[in-house]
């Protein structure tokens, strides 16, 4: 079975070959731009439809498939172990809206290799398409404090997520402490990750305030402040490695 396909870039290391699937143009464009801008980068074929994704990921068999969960009504979700059958060496990067763990838990589960929102900023898709090329996993930060506050229940391997789907969990903590919100989760994490709290808000997209607000709520619930505290509050719940 042939490897994925690359050829030599520029710098003399092999280009990382990359389909892009998603049924909106000026998505699809706006990925292009991004990713021309990375000599390590060769787009391959674009598609708008799964059966079209599938379709182009076995005659190019790229290393890296930028996939939208859905595509002209349908969703992806339930091909991507059809489309690792096709070409076991791709590495799938879900670039979406669906916010929901669901859809990350279960996208890993079946063979992403990474999950990012749209609405992240265009240096982190580059840095997760890097990291899936290179074979690693990344999902994007607040999603990760997410899936760890947000524990399946025994039912979770065989539900597939309905789109639209939103959770309000809580992560607990020491019994003696107040759990934190799912919101106040992701904010522990960023912060935990070194984050300020105007990166936290653009990342957020939430004022500066916001961000504070849940700040404070964090300290009042958790008796933490400093950076070295917040990091083992973190681990505590698993929110940070």
Same mark, same amino acid.
């Given at each position: ?35 021309? /801008? &990375? ?18 990921? *076995? ?8 996939? &939208?969960?859905?595509? @002209? ?25 669906? #916010? ?47 899936? @760890? ?7 979770? /391997?065989? *539900? ?17 402490? #107040?759990?934190?919100?799912?919101? #106040? ?16 808000? /653009? ?33 505590? *719940?698993?929110?940070?490695?």
């Amino acid at each position: 079975m042939d490897a994925p396909s690359s050829t030599p870039s520029r710098q003399g290391s092999p280009e990382v070959t990359v389909v892009l699937a998603d049924d909106h143009l000026v998505v699809r464009a706006g990925m292009r731009l991004l990713l021309a /801008q &990375d000599p390590a980068f060769r787009i391959v074929a674009e598609s708008a439809t799964v059966p079209d994704t599938l379709d182009a990921v *076995r005659e190019h068999r790229p290393r890296v498939l930028v996939l &939208d969960l859905t595509m @002209a009504g349908q969703s992806s979700l339930p091909m991507i172990p059809a489309l690792l059958t096709a070409s076991p060496g791709t590495r799938i990067l879900v670039l979406t809206m669906q #916010e929901d763990p669901a859809f990350t838990r279960e996208a890993l589960r079946t063979g992403a290799a990474g999950y990012l929102l749209k609405e992240a900023a265009a240096e982190e898709l580059l840095a997760a398409a890097h990291q899936v090329a290179d074979g690693a996993t990344y999902v994007q930060p607040v999603l990760g404090a997410r899936l @760890a506050v947000e524990t399946p229940g025994p039912a979770h /391997q065989e *539900r597939v997520p309905v789109l639209g789907a939103r959770s309000a969990a809580v992560t607990p903590g020491p019994a003696d402490q #107040e759990p934190l919100t799912v919101r #106040e989760a992701e904010v522990l994490s960023l912060l935990a990750l070194g984050h300020t709290n105007q990166e936290i808000a /653009q990342r957020l997209y939430v004022s500066v305030r916001t961000v504070e607000t849940h700040r404070s709520r964090i300290r009042d619930k958790l008796g933490k402040d400093t950076r070295a505290e917040l990091i083992a509050a973190a681990r505590e *719940r698993g929110l940070v490695a």
